[in-house]
């Protein structure tokens, strides 16, 4: 799912091609996109747009007369860039949204449709779709362990509450809590002063540098692979490979359709967490550390 990094790049790349155009015409082709119908979608054709906007993980176009286009990727929902009146892909195309320069396209490369748009009317109506997570860039030490604290769970699952902080999901959660040399289970009730300011700075350096890298690779064009296994991540999606700060092999916790990425080495001295799915199959023989699943895979 496209993150903070990701979704600020998306609005800077849109910002020079339709800020000051006029949406010329709108064509959907999936009837599962569009969740509102008042006001319609068609509502928006002709009316230029005032600017682009980030919500939490959402991209939103501001129209004139206070219409709002509120676009949330999900998982596999991704923006392109075309010509002018450019077609709709295939099998994974959604929608277009044609302007004077080109035509911004939405597809989603998944067979289960979640990627959505609401049509909105008015800032009111804006606001009732922002979860209400802070904005970890901008806030202070108090504020951060504010937030933290509001409810007592795991540093994972608070992260990536968007109700706690905007923005943040599952792959740059694991690499800023790798940073921060935290395990994903510690609780928030138990953090010190101290964790929670190095785990605060470990959002802001992670985020600020991804945000950076992904400028860079878009550079004057439009962002082409929006991804969340990225080259350079310390240990998202890298499992069983070597941990780039210590070496040793980075570890997962497997748990619906995600999976939390870790270093035992560096975040839980040593100590593996379990994991449903391999904990269930060895049962007894589930190593608790990394001597031990050395010496299980030895035996092996």
């Known amino acids: ?5 990701d979704v600020t790049v998306y609005v800077e790349c849109l910002k020079p091609r339709v800020v000051g155009e006029p949406l010329e015409r709108t064509r959907v082709k999936s009837v599962f996109l569009v969740r509102t119908v008042d006001p319609p979608l068609a509502a928006a054709e002709g009316r230029r747009v005032t600017s682009v906007e980030r919500l939490g993980k959402r991209v939103v176009l501001a129209l004139e007369d206070g219409i709002f286009l509120v676009f ?19 099998r994974i195309g959604l929608a277009a949204f044609d302007f004077p320069k080109g035509t911004l396209l939405l597809t989603e490369a998944s067979s289960r449709r979640r990627a959505s748009l609401h049509v909105l009317l008015g800032r009111d109506a804006l606001k009732r779709h922002d979860p209400g997570g802070i904005e970890i860039l901008d806030a202070s030490p108090g504020a951060f362990r504010e937030a933290l604290a509001r409810e007592n769970h795991t540093l994972k699952r608070a992260l990536t509450d968007p109700r706690l902080f905007s923005g943040i999901g599952n792959a740059y959660s694991d690499e800023i809590l790798h940073r921060a040399r935290l395990s994903p289970l510690a609780l928030t009730s138990r953090l010190s002063a101290e964790e929670s300011e190095r785990l605060l700075g470990a959002a802001k350096a992670t985020l600020l540098e991804w945000t950076r890298r992904l400028r860079e690779e878009a ?14 991540m310390a ?11 210590c070496g040793a092999p980075v570890q997962r916790i497997v748990y619906a ?5 870790y270093c ?7 100590k593996l967490l379990a994991d449903r799915a391999l904990s269930r199959l060895l049962r007894d023989d589930w190593p608790k550390t990394l001597a031990g699943w050395d010496e299980l895979f030895a035996r092996g």
């Open 1 to 5: 799912m496209p993150e903070l990094p």
């Open 72 to 90: 949330h990727l999900m998982i596999a929902g991704r923006f392109r860039w075309g010509a002018p009146g450019a077609g709709i892909q295939g």
């Open 219 to 232: 550079g004057d064009g439009f962002p082409a692979k929006v991804t969340a296994f990225r080259e350079g």
């Open 235 to 245: 240990v998202h999606g890298r499992f069983g490979k070597p941990c780039p700060d």
């Open 257 to 261: 359709e995600n999976e939390t990425n």
């Open 264 to 270: 035992a080495s560096c975040q839980t001295g040593g």
